[in-house]
């Protein structure tokens, strides 16, 4: 994409976010500066800019995956500063929104802890969020600023349309299946997507009752928003394979991976599973079945769109039409 540059954008990438940030930087053709930290003896931290951000139009990539609280208390420190500095906008490319499946009261007395950081994010300086797949979409509602929740579907149509296999898209539950109808559209699927039938009974615990939707001898994409722990859409799969799937794949814009990658490499019946770099996973580049998908241009056409701005309805478009 060409863009008229602005002198007053400047784009910093978190510790934890910056090959990401670097990348975005390369293909939007702008530089990415690192933030300056300082950790005292007590563990507090100090975070800070060594560039001017005065009536500066900043962007923050980052995410508050694990260790949740550290990364999310960083990057609030930094908004702070940035404030202070007097920059003129302060937008956060949130690529992973930690504390999102706290999105509601299941019982008494428990918190929305989604709710809580959307608060935190906002009295702290940030006037922009952007995300990518937020666990619930209405979490948007939690916000008194504006917020780009993006759709990790786009990215995923443009790998599966370079394979030859058509899909089946499998939602791993009924909250998923607005995103499996999204992704099968996207690929033009003439196949109906199938429904996991599930009951949670516990944090990272489940019980699959059935499915809905006809898998047998078809070859199937599991597509969730999150890959945690991984038990529950690994026994996913093994439903299908009982239903007679053929080749399965297990997709997710965010790999948290929180037992690791293992389980996943030795089981048989999983052929490969595809994420997104939404958290920095290079420490797992050795395992075979796992494929890695850059996020980096997608947000940099959106990070330009906003800077330009211009809507992000072009950048869907050329992802929907395979243009990208």
């Not at 769109?305 to 478009?317: C, F, L, M, P």
């Amino acid at each position: 994409m060409q863009n008229n540059k602005e002198d007053n954008v400047v784009i910093f990438g978190m510790e934890n976010s910056f090959n990401l940030a670097k990348e975005i930087g390369e293909t939007i053709n702008r530089e990415v500066f690192p933030v300056q930290k300082i950790t005292f003896a007590d563990g507090e931290q100090l975070l800070y800019s060594n560039s001017t951000v005065r009536n500066q139009v900043v962007f923050i990539v980052c995410n508050t995956a694990k260790p949740v609280n550290d990364n999310l208390m960083a990057l609030l420190i930094f908004i702070d500063s940035l404030k202070r500095a007097s920059a003129k906008r302060i937008n956060v490319v949130l690529t992973y929104y930690g504390y999102a499946r706290q999105d509601r009261k299941v019982s008494g007395r428990q918190p929305i802890s989604s709710k809580l950081v959307a608060d935190l994010l906002t009295v702290a300086g940030a006037t922009k969020v952007i995300t990518i797949d937020l666990h619930n979409p209405s979490i948007q509602g939690f916000f008194n600023i504006p917020l780009d929740d993006l759709r990790g579907q786009f990215i995923f149509s443009n790998e599966l349309r370079k394979r030859e296999d058509k899909f089946v898209i499998v939602s791993p539950d009924h909250g998923g299946a607005v995103r499996a109808r999204q992704l099968s559209e996207l690929l033009h699927n003439n196949e109906e997507i199938a429904v996991i039938d599930k009951r949670r009974t516990g944090p990272n615990q489940s019980e699959i009752m059935g499915l809905l939707g006809d898998v047998s001898n078809k070859n199937v994409v599991i597509y969730d928003d999150i890959i945690d722990t991984g038990g529950t859409i690994l026994n996913a799969a093994r439903v299908l394979k009982q239903y007679g799937a053929k080749k399965i794949i297990i997709a997710a814009t965010h790999g948290l991976f929180s037992r690791g990658f293992e389980m996943f490499e030795n089981e048989e019946i999983v052929d490969e599973v595809i994420i997104t770099n939404s958290i920095n996973q290079d420490h797992l580049k050795h395992f075979k079945k796992l494929n890695v998908l850059s996020i980096a241009n997608f947000l940099g056409l959106v990070i330009e769109a906003n800077i330009q701005r211009k809507s992000i309805t072009e950048v869907y478009d050329d992802y929907g039409n395979g243009n990208i």
